[in-house]
């Protein structure tokens, strides 16, 4: 069964720091990995989509890296803002089948003015 | 770009009653769509895969008979929460992906907000 961890679960940043988010996986069999941005009781926003063929994906100040091998993706941001707070999620879908997307725990981001 | 939309956007309602929320793709046609349920602080948990002409394909644990999904066409999928009861108040957001290319990338709803009372 597919496990999604994301690290760390919180962070709290003052403006113009570049961050780094962390997701693992445990079944590296992944079709695509993506990560998303969530605003509190909003729905999602697609922010970097990485095919398993890939190893990195580039928008802006963002930089989302795979490493299908090791069952690993980071998120980079870039001199940070206050805009960026929210919650970034990582979701990867299955090899085979339904492509349904397996959602990560979710780290909360605050960047402070 | 693909829109997906949801209705209504939040809902409240007595115990015991039952609730429909809505999914539709705007501006494409969706044979499959999918539906997650998140809880405050807590990520999301797949529900269901709604398909378009048969009948849905639930994840372990979830009840189908409380959780009625319905897609009748290719642009919309409901979900009824059956007999609400307090402990199912929580985020439900849908996803829809493109035809033929749902393993690529899936544009998500605003999400409905329930709170059963």
């Known amino acids: 069964k597919q496990e999604v961890t994301q690290i760390p679960a919180a962070l709290s940043v003052p403006e113009g720091e570049n961050l780094v988010l962390n997701c693992s996986f445990t079944?590296?069999?992944?079709?695509?990995l993506q990560w998303f941005r969530q605003d509190p009781g909003k729905g999602l926003t697609s922010l970097l989509l990485?095919?398993?063929?890939?190893r990195e994906q580039t928008s802006g100040r963002l930089n989302a890296s795979l490493d299908k091998s090791s069952g690993r993706s980071t998120l980079y941001i870039a001199a940070s803002q206050p805009g960026d707070s929210a919650t970034y999620l990582c979701?990867?879908?299955?090899?085979?089948?339904?492509?349904?997307?397996?959602f990560g725990t979710g780290t909360r981001l605050k960047v402070l003015a | 770009g693909a829109v997906v939309s949801q209705h209504p956007s939040w809902v409240i309602c007595k115990s015991g009653t039952s609730v429909k929320i809505e999914c539709r793709s705007l501006d494409f046609q969706a044979t499959t769509m999918f539906w997650y349920r998140q809880f405050p602080k807590q990520s999301l948990m797949l529900m269901a895969t709604?398909?378009?002409?048969?009948?849905?394909?639930?994840e372990q644990g979830v009840e189908k008979d409380k959780f009625l999904i319905n897609h009748a066409s290719l642009t919309l999928s409901t979900l009824t929460v059956t007999s609400a009861h307090p402990e199912d108040s929580s985020f439900y957001i849908c996803?829809?992906?493109?035809?033929?290319?749902?393993?690529?990338?899936?544009?998500f709803g605003p999400g409905t907000r329930l709170l059963v009372l």
């Open positions: 079944d590296s069999a992944i079709y695509n």
């Open positions: 709604s398909n378009e002409g048969s009948k849905a394909t639930y």
């Open positions: 979701a990867v879908t299955r090899l085979q089948g339904t492509y349904k997307y397996i």
């Open positions: 990485i095919q398993s063929s890939q």
């Open positions: 996803s829809a992906g493109l035809p033929g290319r749902v393993g690529e990338t899936q544009y």
